[in-house]
Structure formats: structure tokens, C-alpha cells
């Protein structure tokens, strides 16, 4: 048995060194100026972008085969990065796994399939597009925020002061604590998650095709909220205040135009056959 | 003999074989005698030319006579009489300005029917065109289908799948507009269907993402 034992280890060692070898972490460093952009294209493996506290742009790079190559260039106050795939590979062996530190007012594209795509602390323009990673961005401000997914779930959390622009055909989209001037989000099949206040000024568009919609808003909350659901259905656990005078046609059970408080924020929930449901928190 | 009937018999008389009336016509009318001089020229002529040679100016002097008095080719204008359409006015007279007066006026009428609001449609009519719409954007859509099966395999399906659900939205909406072509929303709903749909385009076809 205890020779048993010692093998399994022995083989268990040989694997972890065998793995640690293939890895191979490189790092990048670039002096940019203010407003610079970052850009960063990685078809498999996740990108994590913090700000860096200074002029200076990080890149920490994992590349687990040699199936893959980090392209990398400057031009000016403009950084390109691309993770290369070359001849056999596959997206097991062509993963690489981004760490970057970039001045908080950088403007930042990041490209994936398969991610996850992570983003924190941040007050420059953010674009983020994936087929099917996870994307996360929080406590951004300021900036404007544009997501584009075909499938990936999506989780905005702590967003204020900037815009935000989400497309995701089917994945779950889920806003906790954010606000701004214009706030969208458009899915065809996908959930749509609002947790917050809506802010106290701003545009709010959420609109799914078959998605259901449900936005949970604490009792100080001011904002008129326009309900529509073609052939879904709406629950009000608010109790809205009617709005008699509206240019939207109003029909008991499928649309429906409410104010709470000041009305100070204008927000439409729209969905042709998911459900809409306004909770209190 | 005319002058104009020697003129259509000339091949046979170049070729040596003329008639009698050809020869007669040709003792009387001097015109038509020194055509026939100028080109008998300009074959001998031609006859003696070498491959790289070029011919002597009184080749190309006959040949411009003859062509006169063709009437194949005019002494140029004066300066201040330039006709708009001149070959066509000598060719057909007044009647010449009726094919670019029929244009001015079917160019107007177009620019007039055009700015004139939609005249509603016989609902078939619609259907048929929305079906044609349709069809072209499944084409696309197979076409899409079929690069990405080639570029990525592995994800074909689930983008054959959100294009599915896609274009339900887009005929959702648009059903919606048609029912409601007055409301804004619905309107606003067929364009975030499209905007959707550009999605799946955009990434699909966005050649750094397999």
C-alpha cells in the first residue's frame, strides 16, 4: 500500500511540473500618455483588466503551449495585443490568460470567444465583445460602457454616471446598482436582471423578445416606468402611480405607464412574449 | 443611269465587269467619272504598298475625295454654329430631339412620382414583398451559416440557433408595425430586432474570433 501511495505522489508531482513547464508568463510593459487605448483580441482564455495607478500599461501574459503567440505593439499612445494562433492549434492548447493594469482613464476593447472577460475600477470607454464568455465588469464610472454577446452572460455591477450599451442575443443579463444617462439593453432570448434605483436622472431601455424582464427597486426610487408585454404579462408589486396622459396605448394586463416619486427617471421595460415583473425590494 | 445607281454598282465595276449603261453613265457625268479615277488610284496604289510602309499622301488624298463626295464626311462646322446633337438633327431633323425630350420627361415624371407619399398597397402586395424580404434574409443567413461552417465549425449550431430566434423577433416586430404603423415603439422594437441580428453578423463574421 505504501508503495502504492508513493507512486500515485511520484505521478502526481511528474504531471504538476510537467504542467508548469508548458506554461510560460510573459509580461509586457508600455509608457503610454493620457487617454490612451488598450486593445486586446484573445480567442480562448480570460482577460482581467484593473487600473494600473499610474501611466503605464501591464500586460501579463500566460501561454500555455507553443500552439499560440502574443503579438504585441505600440504605436504612440495606442497598444495592440493579439493572441496569434499558429498551425495545430486547438482551443484547449491555444489558450492564453491575460493580466493587464491600465491608467483608469484608458479606453479598452476586449475580444473573446470563449473568455471570461473581466473588467474593475475603470473610468475610461469600455467595449467588450465575446461569442459566448462570461463577462463582468464592476464599480466603472463615467465611461461608456458597450457589450456585445451572442450567448455569454452578462453581470454589470456597481455602473454609474456613463452609458451603457448592452446587446446579448441569449445570455442572461444581470444590472446590480447601475445607473447613468442611458442605460440599454436589448436581448432576443436572454433574461434581463435590474437591481438598483434608476438613478435620479436618465434614460433606461430594457427590452427582450422572448426574455423575461424583472427589475427590483427600492421604495425611494423615482422614475416613470412604461410596462409593455404584446403576449406576456406584467406584475406590478410597486403599485405605480397611473399615468393618465400617455402616448403609449394602454391595455390592463400588457401595458401599463406608472410613476413613483418624482418620476425623475424614464424607464421602459419591453418584452413581446416574457414576462415583466417590477418587485419592491 | 442615276449617280446613285453607278454608285451601288461600283464593286462590279472595280472588279473590272461593268455594264453598258455603268460605261455610259460614266462618259456623261464627270462626277461620277472621277470617283471612279480615285478609287482605281488608290487600289493600284494599295497594291504597291510593302507591309512597313506608309502610304504616300496622294493614297490618303484620294481616299478623302472619294469620301466626299460620298458625303461620308463633312468640311468641319464654323465656330458659333456647334449643334447639341448634330449628327442626329442632319440625320433625322426636328425629330431628332424627341429621344432626349422623351428622356427629360420620363427622368421628370420619375423625380415626381417619387417624392409623392406611398400610395397604400393591396395587402397581398405587401405579403408578397415581405416574403420576398424574408427570403433574401434566409439566403444571407445559409450563406453565413455556410462560411462559418467552414471558418468555425464548433460554434455553426449555436449560431444557427440564435438566427433562428432572431429572425422570430424581426417577424414578431414586424408584425407589430404592421398592425400598429403609427406607434413609435413598435417601430423602435423592429429596430432593436435588426439591431440583434447585426449582432450575430458582426460577430460571426468578425475575423479574429473563430
Same mark, same amino acid.
Given at each position: ?21 508548458? !506554461? ?44 499560440? !503567440? ?12 493579439? @493572441? ?19 491608467? @483608469? ?14 473588467? !474593475? ?10 461569442? @459566448? ?120 394586463? @400588457? ?27 | ?18 455594264? %453598258? ?60 454654329? %456647334? ?25 421628370? %415624371? ?46 455553426? %449550431? ?53
Amino acid at each position: 500500500m505504501q508503495r502504492g501511495q508513493a507512486l500515485m505522489l511520484t505521478l502526481a508531482i511528474l504531471v504538476m511540473v510537467a504542467a508548469a513547464a508548458a !506554461e510560460n508568463r510573459k509580461e509586457y510593459r508600455f509608457t503610454v500618455g493620457p487617454g490612451c487605448t488598450v486593445s486586446i483580441t484573445n480567442q480562448y482564455g480570460s482577460i482581467q483588466v484593473r487600473p494600473s495607478g499610474a501611466n503605464l500599461v501591464v500586460v501579463s501574459a500566460t501561454v500555455y503551449s507553443d500552439k499560440v !503567440e502574443v503579438d504585441q505593439n505600440q504605436s504612440g499612445n495606442r497598444v495592440d495585443l493579439e @493572441s496569434h494562433l499558429l498551425r495545430g492549434a486547438t482551443p484547449e492548447n491555444a489558450r492564453v490568460d491575460y493580466e493587464v493594469l491600465v491608467p @483608469s482613464d484608458a479606453a479598452v476593447t476586449l475580444r473573446s470567444t470563449s473568455g471570461p472577460l473581466r473588467a !474593475e475600477k475603470l473610468q475610461g470607454d469600455l467595449d467588450l465583445e465575446s461569442a @459566448s464568455a462570461i463577462v463582468e465588469v464592476r464599480d466603472l464610472s463615467n465611461g461608456h460602457l458597450r457589450v456585445k454577446t451572442l450567448n455569454g452572460p452578462v453581470t454589470l455591477t456597481n455602473v454609474h454616471d456613463g452609458f451603457v450599451d448592452v446587446d446579448s442575443v441569449s445570455g442572461e443579463v444581470r444590472l446590480i446598482s447601475v445607473t447613468g444617462r442611458l442605460v440599454k439593453v436589448t436581448s432576443t432570448t436572454g433574461a434581463i436582471l435590474y437591481d438598483g434605483d434608476f438613478g435620479y436622472t436618465g434614460n433606461y431601455q430594457l427590452s427582450s423578445h422572448s426574455g423575461d424582464i424583472e427589475a427590483t427597486i427600492p421604495q425611494d426610487t423615482s422614475a416613470e416606468v412604461q410596462m409593455q408585454s404584446v403576449r406576456g404579462h406584467l406584475e406590478d408589486d410597486v403599485h405605480l402611480a397611473p399615468k393618465a396622459h400617455t402616448s403609449m396605448t394602454q391595455k390592463a394586463g @400588457s401595458s401599463f405607464v406608472g410613476t413613483i416619486n418624482k418620476a425623475a427617471s424614464l424607464v421602459s421595460l419591453k418584452t413581446f412574449s416574457g414576462k415583466i415583473h417590477l418587485k419592491k425590494r | 443611269m442615276t449617280c446613285a445607281e453607278l454608285r451601288r454598282e461600283l464593286p462590279e465595276l472595280l472588279e473590272g465587269d461593268p455594264s %453598258a449603261k455603268l460605261q455610259a453613265h460614266l462618259v456623261g457625268c464627270g462626277a461620277c467619272s472621277e470617283l471612279v479615277r480615285n478609287l482605281e488610284t488608290i487600289i493600284r496604289e494599295a497594291r504597291s504598298l510593302q507591309a512597313c510602309e506608309e502610304p504616300s499622301p496622294r493614297v490618303w488624298n484620294s481616299i478623302e475625295i472619294a469620301l466626299r463626295q460620298e458625303g461620308l464626311i463633312r468640311q468641319p462646322e464654323p465656330k458659333g454654329r %456647334a449643334a447639341f446633337v448634330p449628327s442626329l438633327a442632319r440625320r433625322w431633323g426636328v425629330a431628332a430631339w424627341l429621344v432626349p425630350s422623351a428622356a427629360l420627361v420620363l427622368v421628370g %415624371a420619375f423625380l415626381i412620382v417619387g417624392r409623392q407619399p406611398r400610395v397604400e398597397q393591396l395587402p397581398g402586395a405587401e405579403s408578397r414583398a415581405r416574403v420576398q424580404v424574408t427570403s433574401r434574409v434566409d439566403v444571407t443567413d445559409q450563406q453565413l451559416l455556410e462560411q462559418l461552417a467552414l471558418d468555425a465549425p464548433l460554434m455553426k %449550431a449555436a449560431y444557427e440557433k440564435e438566427l433562428n430566434n432572431v429572425n422570430e423577433y424581426i417577424r414578431d416586430a414586424q408584425n407589430l408595425v404592421d398592425e400598429n404603423p403609427n406607434d413609435e415603439g413598435a417601430r423602435q422594437s423592429l429596430m432593436d430586432a435588426y439591431g440583434q441580428k447585426a449582432v450575430i453578423y458582426q460577430l460571426a463574421l468578425d475575423r479574429s474570433l473563430p
